[in-house]
């Protein structure tokens, strides 16, 4: 049988772009989401069905050779604070069940199961810091955060049972800054403002910030975010017992993109009314990530120019609008 790449949550703004990235790859694919998706090749077979069904889980494991899983379905931040019980249970609890489904089948078979899990600077807390390393303090004050560093700890943990074998899960882990795609508007997080306000933008529209002007975020494209996934999912191994790494392009306040959107258009309103459940939240997160680890351990790099990275989201953007 030929082996497969498991990609969960595949309509979503990183499992899409994950699912098109490795189909032009002309990998074998089995996708799993809630939603349907009508496009379908001979070397994808997407499901539809829920992260915490166990049983089809089981069966996805039981029926196929998985060698890799990127696993991207999960309720974001905002989405997770309005239904904490739902958040444990999807993004906590499925995705532990699903490292030990990926474990076991490791052992099963004799072979080492890539496990990617995207975590975010939602782990950070409770204040902002700046220059945020893997080994700073972090505690979580929201239920996101709470969940996503569980299953960092929880998969790390499982990684170094399997370490000095070559069976059984290779987990690997980026914490995400916000991420900015020029195709999608996305909601339900804390860092979506970035994306929505350049959109409100390109299409003239006035845009109701929930941050404050003051307010400072780490930030990456989904150009990067796809490319750094890949980057760090091609090594072989990873010679590190730390399997959660920060990475990062930019880092800028509300009113830094602001200004530059402004620059861009001209013309453009904004009207600032501030969301407590946005406010705090993006309050414990850090300003910006320490990336030295990734680029030490698996050769991740960054311009890390503001402007240069700006003007290439809001061109990348209109260029979408236009089309
Ligand atoms: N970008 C995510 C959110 O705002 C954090 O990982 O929810």
Known sequence: ?????????????????????????????????????????????????????????????????????YHFAALLSQTAAKNPKLATEINENSSINLINCAAVHGVKNNIKVKFFFPSSIAVYGPRKIHNASEFDIIKPTTIYGINKLAVEQYGSKKHTEFDS??????????????????????????TDYAPQMIHAAATNKQYICKLSKETLLPFISIEKTVLSIHQL??????????????????????????????????????????????????????????????????????????????????N???????N
């Open 165 to 190: 074998k070559n069976y059984g899960i290779d987990f690997r882990s980026i914490r995400f800054p916000g991420v900015i795609s020029s195709d999608s508007i996305p909601s339900g997080g804390t």
């Open 1 to 69: 049988m030929n082996s497969k790449i498991l990609i969960t949550g595949f309509n979503g703004e990183l499992g899409s772009k994950i699912l098109d990235f490795l189909a032009q790859k002309n990998y074998s694919i089995i996708g799993l989401d809630l939603n349907k998706k009508l496009s379908q090749s001979d070397n994808i077979k997407l499901i539809q069905g829920s992260i915490s069904d166990k049983d089809l889980i089981q069966s996805i494991f039981d029926n196929n050779i998985i060698s890799e899983v």
């Open 233 to 314: 999912m091609g090594m072989n191994t990873i010679n590190s017992t730390l399997r959660v790494f920060n990475i990062q392009e930019a880092s800028f306040s509300v009113e830094d993109l602001y200004k530059a959107i402004q620059h861009k258009f001209g013309e453009f309103k904004i009207e600032y009314v501030i969301d407590n459940k946005f406010q705090s939240v993006a309050d414990t997160w850090p300003s910006s990530l320490n990336c030295d680890e990734a680029k030490k351990k698996w050769k991740f790099t960054s311009s890390e120019d503001f402007e240069k990275f700006i003007k290439k989201m809001i």
């Open 316 to 322: 990348e953007m209109i260029k979408n609008e236009k």
